[in-house]
């Protein structure tokens, strides 16, 4: 048996509808309408987290867009095809806007699926995430990831390739990433292989 309501509150119109299951239908139904109405509520732990992580959002920031140039030029330099904004023709446009940061994130390509893999297979600090701008640095393969939906046109369109490697630099110690970073490198042949 299938039973609905509607309720008016504050000139929105609600409409419950549920089905009775062994009697919880009224439950069901109150804890439907409860949602629609007031919208999930935060416990207060998590709201004093949320509020803490907001006050040292910048912080964070920040350090993360140090972190992710540190290691993009180190990467560059060693001959990688890094893409990231401090190496595009707008880059002086780029540090104007955003006060001298270019952001936390970056990619690489290593031009085959199979390298891409390995070098992530052999990172020790990123995890294996598609999150940004977390506390924690994350390494994904673009194309299995962010791109699977996409067909090959459009992944061509976004720039995205087999081998392409998306980094988001977190706030651990730079030298350590880059230490990671080189002996990944270095674990799939280097550069030229």
Request: proline content about 2%.
């Amino acid at each position: 048996m299938c039973i609905g309501w509607g309720l008016r509150l504050d000139g929105v119109v609600v409409v419950v509808r549920v089905l009775d299951v062994g009697g919880l239908w009224l439950l069901a139904g109150l804890r439907q309408l409860y949602l629609a109405v007031l919208g999930g509520c935060l416990s207060p732990e998590v709201a004093e987290s949320i509020l803490t992580g907001m006050e040292t959002l910048a912080l964070r920031v920040k350090e993360s867009c140090k972190n992710a140039e540190f290691l993009a030029t180190i990467l560059k330099e060693r001959g990688l095809n890094v893409k990231y904004p401090k190496f595009s023709r707008y880059s002086q446009q780029i540090a104007e806007q955003f006060s001298g940061y270019y952001g936390s994130i970056f990619t690489i390509d290593f031009e085959s699926a199979e390298r891409a893999f390995g070098f992530i297979d052999n990172l020790k600090i990123p995890l294996d995430m598609p999150n940004l701008c977390d506390t924690r640095t994350m390494a994904i393969h673009a194309a299995s990831t962010i791109g699977a939906a996409l067909n090959d046109n459009e992944k061509a369109a976004s720039g995205i390739t087999d081998g392409l490697v998306r980094v988001s630099v977190g706030i651990e110690d730079k030298y350590d990433l880059k230490d990671d970073f080189l002996n990944a490198i270095d674990a799939i042949g280097g550069k030229d292989k």
